[in-house]
C-alpha cells in the first residue's frame, strides 16, 4: 500500500515590519479621510453662511477731488492729487475689515501718483468717507504723457484715473471670512484746477 505524505505548509504569518506597515497605513486613511470630511464641512459652511447673509454690492464713489502744488518740468511731475471716496458698506449683517488699501492715480494709462490709507472696520449699514492726499514726487513721466498733462493744465481741467486695491474681510456675527482682494476704478475723474469750478461726483468700478 502506498501512503501518500502531505507536504503542503501553512501560510506564512505576516511580519512584524509588515503588521506595522498596514497599521500606519489604516491610520493615515482615517486621518486623510477625517481632513477631507472636515474641509467639506467648512466649506458647506461657509457656503450657507454667505447665502444666508447674501452681501449686497460695495457702493464707492468719489466726491470731491482737488489739485495741489502742481509742477511738472523737464517730464518730472510734482503733485498732490487730493480725494475724499465715499464706501458706503449696505449690508446690515455683513461688516467689513479693511487690512491694507493702496491707492493711485493714472493719467493715460500711466501711474502718477501712489500713497497708502490707514486700515479700518466699516459697521454694517454704514458711509465712511476717506480722505486721501495722494502724492507724485518727482515722478518720471513719458514724452508724450508730459506733452498731454501740460496742454490739459494749460485748459484747466484734467481727467484721471483713481485705482484703490484694498485687502478685506467680511465679518457676520463672530465669524470671519478669509481675505479677498478688492479692487475699484474710478473713471474718468475730472480734477478742476481752479477753485471756483465745483466738483461732479463719479461712481465707481468694483471687482471683487
Known amino acids: 500500500m502506498h501512503t501518500s505524505t502531505d507536504t503542503s505548509h501553512p501560510p506564512p504569518q505576516p511580519s512584524a515590519a509588515t503588521a506595522t506597515r498596514q497599521k500606519h497605513t489604516g491610520l493615515f486613511r482615517c486621518i486623510a479621510f477625517f481632513l477631507l470630511a472636515l474641509i467639506v464641512i467648512v ?21 470731491d477731488g482737488s489739485i495741489q502744488n502742481f509742477s511738472l518740468n523737464n517730464n518730472h511731475l510734482n503733485s498732490t492729487f487730493n480725494f475724499v471716496i465715499r464706501a458706503h458698506n ?8 479693511y487690512d491694507s488699501i493702496e491707492v493711485s492715480v493714472a493719467y493715460d494709462d500711466q501711474n502718477i501718483a501712489f500713497n497708502t490709507l490707514e ?9 465712511t468717507r476717506l480722505k486721501t492726499g495722494i502724492v507724485a514726487e518727482n515722478a518720471a513721466l513719458s514724452g508724450s504723457v508730459s506733452k498731454d498733462l501740460k496742454l490739459e493744465k494749460a485748459s484747466g481741467d484734467v481727467e484721471l484715473d483713481v485705482h484703490l486695491k484694498a485687502k478685506i474681510r467680511f465679518k457676520v456675527g463672530i465669524w470671519k471670512s ?5 479692487r475699484i476704478l474710478c473713471s474718468p475723474v475730472t480734477v478742476h484746477f481752479s477753485k471756483s469750478k465745483s466738483f461732479q461726483r463719479t461712481y465707481c468700478d468694483i471687482d471683487l
Not at 449696505?90 to 475689515?97: G, K, Q, T, V
Not at 486700515?119 to 458711509?127: G, I, K
Open 43 to 63: 466649506g458647506i459652511t461657509v457656503l450657507v453662511v454667505w447665502i444666508v447673509i447674501k452681501p449686497k454690492r460695495l457702493v464707492y464713489s468719489i466726491e
Open 90 to 97: 449696505p449690508n446690515s449683517r455683513a461688516s467689513i475689515y
Open 119 to 127: 486700515p479700518f472696520h466699516q459697521p454694517t449699514r454704514n458711509v
Open 178 to 182: 478669509g481675505h479677498r482682494t478688492l
